[in-house]
């Protein structure tokens, strides 16, 4: 059984649509759990309408700490997660038909080839649509000037590129990011490290969803978000992000991923030049030419 997470706050405008795609969906076997961050609008109207018409489908999960916090509400449902494959949902995007099993599929395959007891992570391309739902890219990665094939750990700890939406993982991965700590930057890019860190992540270059750019969410951040103070900000989130995987996973590291987080999370009170030579230098470049400069011009 494939368990959707699904985190809402003031989604009211959006959900619905959201919803309908999921419920849509050519494979049947997966139930939706919903947490809600106290929204102020007709989200939760929304929820309980869906729910009450879908009761063997939909689930509401009151997390014992209400926040409307992406990463808070994220972790609660993970927390109480028990399905065989988890993935996580935008409340704002859309699902195309075949999300579920085209990835179904794919993690299937890598299971048979890596062993059912890989932590396996898989991700996809998505395209990204506006306030209304008109498309402005035609995929994430080169809306927000990253590369979403890369899966070296190394890189994934300079910069995400997966992407809450587009993220199914399976039961082995599922203990390992039951506790995402207060430093984490996200829980997809923790979610993401971790998978990379101990087991396998694997990239389908194939839309099969949309995300939506708003001026108040994480997606519009990645291609607006070039005020200098908020780069700097998360240049610094990255460090300290790095500091918490070491803290968190040192007894399970090998060597190399132990210097490379130490390595990493120094940079927190490296001076200047010493942050440009480990950028330049040092392999902890951005992957993006755009993004590359400004994170050089920001440290």
Request: proline share 2%; with cysteine.
């Amino acid at each position: 059984m494939i368990e959707i997470l699904l985190a809402t706050y003031n989604a009211g405008k959006y959900l619905a649509k959201q919803l309908n795609s999921i419920l849509a969906q050519d494979h049947s076997d997966f139930i939706i759990t919903i947490c809600d961050g106290n929204s102020e609008d007709t989200t939760l109207s929304v929820i309980k309408e869906y729910a009450s018409a879908n009761p063997k489908k939909i689930q509401i999960y009151n997390a014992p700490s209400k926040s409307h916090s992406a990463k808070k509400m994220f972790s609660a449902l993970i927390k109480q997660a028990k399905g065989d494959y988890i993935m996580f949902c935008d409340q704002d995007g859309i699902w195309e038909k075949n999300k579920i099993s085209k990835m179904l599929a794919e993690m299937r395959t890598l299971e048979a080839r890596k062993g059912k007891n890989t932590p396996i992570l898989v991700h996809s391309d998505m395209s990204v649509i506006n306030d209304e739902g008109k498309e402005i890219s035609k995929s994430i990665s080169s809306y927000a000037g990253f590369s979403a094939k890369s899966t070296n750990f190394k890189k994934l700890v300079v910069q995400n590129n997966v992407i809450s939406g587009s993220i199914m993982f399976n039961s082995k991965l599922l203990p390992l990011v039951k506790k995402i700590p207060d430093r984490a930057v996200s829980h997809d890019w923790w979610v993401a490290l971790v998978a990379a860190c101990f087991g396998k992540t694997d990239y389908m270059n194939e839309k099969l969803c949309s995300c939506r750019a708003l001026e108040n969410n994480s997606i519009h951040f990645m291609k607006a978000g070039s005020n200098r103070s908020d780069l700097k900000l998360a240049n610094n989130q990255s460090y300290w992000q790095a500091a918490a995987f070491l803290e968190t996973y040192t007894s399970g590291l090998n060597e190399e991923k132990k210097q490379i987080l130490l390595e990493y999370s120094a940079l927190a009170s490296a001076s200047k030049s010493q942050k440009l030579q480990k950028v330049m230098f040092g392999g902890y470049g951005k992957s993006n030419v755009s993004n590359f400069f400004g994170q050089l011009m920001n440290l």
